[in-house]
């Protein structure tokens, strides 16, 4: 299965700025997808990162909030712009290497915003 | 529109006792199923997946999951719990191979010592 690096895998940020979060996967993949966790609760997909074309968003999430790169076939990022404490959370990158594979995640990216 | 539900947020289980977590799900044809297992300050890692074949899953770390197509279940078993199976279990499904997946709400498993 592929290997997932996210950085950072913390931070903590003041109000109104942004953060840039990596996704680095050790070989080529399909698809892309960040998502956001609140602790101990389910997870929600923010997009879906598109190789060579715009991300495409999940309702409630727009690009303004949450650019996202995804330059080659095995990175990404997604930007967390312009945070408030609602934007504390978790950020898990994921991969899906084919049809019928599971997806793979990353460690996360926990995010705290004062 | 797909959905997987966990009807139990947490699942209490002595040591050495058999453990289910229960997943029923929705989805408009054949379902491609997961189990995933989350531990603190981890992303989610991969337990097992139903796609074709037999109704009984084998997967890592002894976990096993039955999918039964007439009452639209997935429930995660194991034989014998281990105060390490302690953990965040995530059911999901997708309609296809390419298609979004659906995670469920996740159940909170303690084995006791």
């Known amino acids: 299965s592929a290997v997932i690096s996210q950085k950072p895998s913390r931070d903590i940020c003041q109000r109104g700025t942004s953060l840039t979060i990596q996704c680095q996967v050790d070989?080529?993949?399909?698809?892309m997808f960040w998502y956001r966790q609140q602790p101990g609760q389910s997870l929600t997909l923010i997009a879906t990162?598109?190789?060579?074309?715009?991300?495409?968003?999940e309702s409630g999430f727009v690009i303004d909030k949450f650019p996202i790169s995804r330059p080659n076939l095995t990175f990404s990022t997604l930007t967390v712009s312009n945070m408030s404490p609602e934007d504390s959370s978790i950020y898990l990158c994921?991969?899906?290497?084919?049809?019928?594979?599971?997806?793979?995640f990353g460690d996360g990216t926990r995010l705290s915003i004062l | 529109a797909q959905s997987v539900a966990q009807p139990e947020d947490q699942v209490n289980v002595a040591e050495g006792n058999p453990l289910t977590v229960k997943c029923t799900y929705s989805?408009?044809?054949?379902?491609?199923l997961f189990w995933y297992v989350q531990y603190p300050n981890r992303g989610l890692q991969f337990l097992l997946k139903?796609?074709?074949?037999?109704?009984l899953v084998k997967g890592s770390y002894g976990f096993e999951a039955e999918f039964n197509k007439s009452q639209t279940s997935f429930h995660l078993k194991k034989p014998s719990a281990l105060v390490s199976d302690s953990a965040l279990y995530f059911c999901?499904?997708?309609?296809?191979?390419?298609?979004?997946?659906?995670f469920g709400t996740g159940t909170k498993l303690q084995v006791i010592p």
């Open positions: 994921s991969v899906l290497g084919g049809q019928g594979q599971p997806q793979h």
């Open positions: 070989s080529q993949v399909t698809m």
């Open positions: 990162a598109n190789q060579g074309s715009e991300a495409t968003y």
């Open positions: 989805v408009s044809g054949n379902p491609y």
């Open positions: 139903y796609i074709t074949g037999d109704n």
């Open positions: 999901a499904v997708r309609a296809g191979g390419y298609q979004k997946v659906t």
